[in-house]
């Protein structure tokens, strides 16, 4: 199970409301949701703040409430051998405005632009800023993404390891994104 050491948290995590939102964080279901908007390279509570909201109504408002909650939250998701990757993303939802951003630790942060002429034709690279991009064409900024699943989805890659080689290699990756069939 999980351990959670409250430090400056202490006499709020001693009450009976810091006993249930630590009891509801680590519900399984709770922990699930929480990983996988990680997965999804997004705040992890992304993934709980309509469950928090409906159990805790406004009682998760308070801002010393909200920074536990972040706190319990991180020690629960190490223990999950995630790692922090971003503090202060902004959130725009209620109760958080700004969260962290947790990743996996053997994850590497990739960033895509697409042809400004033919949007199908992106090139991955591992840097945002004076990136190493083919001269044919003009480039525009299009996502960033870690996660192996959001590489495999959105981007074809089946192999993220030779992924990072080829990066490392020749400064980018070109693909052809092919529009997903349509149910007629």
Do not use: C
Request: aromatic residues 10%; positive net charge.
């Amino acid at each position: 199970m999980f351990a959670y050491n409250p430090e400056k948290f202490v006499s709020l995590y001693g009450t009976e409301l810091g006993q249930r939102i630590w009891a509801f964080l680590t519900e399984a279901e709770n922990v699930a949701r929480l990983e996988t908007a990680s997965q999804l390279s997004k705040p992890a509570v992304e993934g709980i703040e309509e469950h928090l909201l409906d159990e805790f109504r406004e009682e998760v408002l308070a801002d010393r409430v909200k920074q536990m909650i972040g706190h319990m939250v991180r020690q629960i998701l190490e223990q999950r051998d995630w790692v922090l990757d971003q503090t202060d993303v902004k959130v725009q939802s209620v109760p958080f405005s700004k969260a962290a951003r947790y990743r996996r630790p053997d994850w590497i942060t990739f960033h895509a632009f697409r042809n400004t002429s033919d949007p199908r034709d992106v090139v991955i690279t591992d840097r945002r800023q004076n990136a190493p991009l083919p001269a044919d064409t003009r480039w525009s900024y299009y996502a960033t993404f870690a996660s192996p699943l959001k590489a495999s989805v959105a981007f074809g890659v089946r192999d993220i390891r030779q992924l990072r080689q080829h990066v490392h290699a020749h400064g980018y990756q070109r693909v052809r994104i092919e529009r997903m069939l349509r149910r007629a």
